[in-house]
Nanobody, 120 residues
Framework: QVQPVESGGALVQPGGSLTLACAAG????????MGWYRQGPGKERELVAE???????NYGDSVKGRFTISRDNAWNTAYLQMNSLKPEDTAVYYC??????????????WGEGTLVTVSS
């Protein structure tokens, strides 16, 4: 069973930087992607960034050029480097891990989230 665990959420001033980490908390037969999503106050959950098995990356429009996703080679941990933070980046950030548990079954797993607050 995979249980992602996020860490690194904090209060940070506008313009500051923060790095989030996601420990996958288990292993899949084949991990297809790890990603970060966020949900701000009164908003729907949205994609922040994801990285695929081919190391392709995909970013939400609002974070392009400011955030960078990376992972270790064993798919144990994914990171989200966040620069030039804005108040509108305030949200609970969730880690997502998805892939094949075995040769047949697909798994899609979510962490419980970590809070990032951008405020002066």
């Amino acid at each position: 069973q995979v249980q992602p665990v996020e860490s690194g959420g904090a209060l940070v001033q506008p313009g500051g930087s923060l790095t989030l980490a996601c420990a996958a908390g288990g292993s899949l037969l084949r991990t297809e992607a790890m990603g970060w999503y966020r949900q701000g106050p009164g908003k729907e959950r949205e994609l922040v960034a994801e990285i695929t098995a081919s190391d392709a990356t995909n970013y939400g429009d609002s974070v392009k050029g400011r955030f960078t996703i990376s992972r270790d080679n064993a798919w144990n941990t994914a990171y989200l480097q966040m620069n030039s933070l804005k108040p509108e980046d305030t949200a609970v950030y969730y880690c997502n891990v998805r892939g094949y548990r075995d040769s047949v079954h697909w798994g899609n797993y979510w962490g419980e989230g970590t809070l990032v607050t951008v405020s002066s």
